[in-house]
């Protein structure tokens, strides 16, 4: 079950791809037909969290908006969205994931990811202003998942890397073959081996 202010955030956003009372994996897709990266799946265990598709949901064809910084124009560097977003509760403290797939070489993401960034700011400011439900980020990771190109990767150690502390200019990067899966808890175990 959600808590309260979970779903209430859940509630206020378009592009819900997934909760954990309902899933226990997370779709991740890339649209664009020229990618070689089309999917990857989280497995998550069933809790209180939730992912969504900021890419998806800014596409909205709306020609009125309440400010020039809300339109969908590319003069605008700061409306574009990464791939998929997962918000994790713990006790009211959020954990946020921003996840970008990449099918070549992982540039050109940074704007992805500040973007969205800004977005669930937004969105917990509406949340606690209309809804009186006050809940905040308490870490955040952003993570590029690239690759697609061969369908397996050269041997690897079977431990995958911890993550380690990333930024949105500075992402952790991980190569994955096309239609991976994941565990999530592996993106949020940074290299201490400390679960966040």
Not at 14 to 23: A, E, N, P, V
Not at 152 to 172: E, G, H, I
Not at 175 to 185: F, G, H, I, Q
């Amino acid at each position: 079950m959600l808590a309260s202010a979970m779903e209430k955030l859940r509630d206020s956003l378009s592009c819900i791809t997934c909760d954990g009372t309902q899933y226990s994996h997370i779709l991740i897709k890339e649209l664009d037909n020229n990618a070689t990266l089309k999917k990857v799946t989280l497995l998550a265990p069933q809790g209180d969290w939730f992912s969504f598709n900021p890419d998806d949901g800014r596409k909205c064809k709306c020609n009125v908006v309440m400010s020039p910084l809300l339109k969908n124009d590319k003069a605008y560097g700061h409306h574009c969205a990464c791939d998929c977003v997962v918000v994790i509760n713990r006790n009211g403290k959020l954990i946020v994931v921003y996840i970008d797939l990449k099918s070549g070489n992982p540039v050109g993401y940074e704007k992805q990811f500040r973007s969205t960034r800004q977005f669930m700011r937004y969105a917990l400011g509406l949340l606690e202003e209309f809804h009186e439900e006050k809940m905040s980020i308490v870490d955040e990771r952003y993570v590029i998942l690239y690759g697609g190109k061969r369908s397996s990767l050269n041997k690897t150690s079977t431990t995958p890397p911890k993550m380690r502390q990333s930024k949105p200019d500075n992402a952790y990067k991980r190569e994955v073959s096309n239609s991976a899966k994941l565990y999530l808890t592996e993106l949020l175990t940074d290299y201490k081996g400390v679960v966040a």
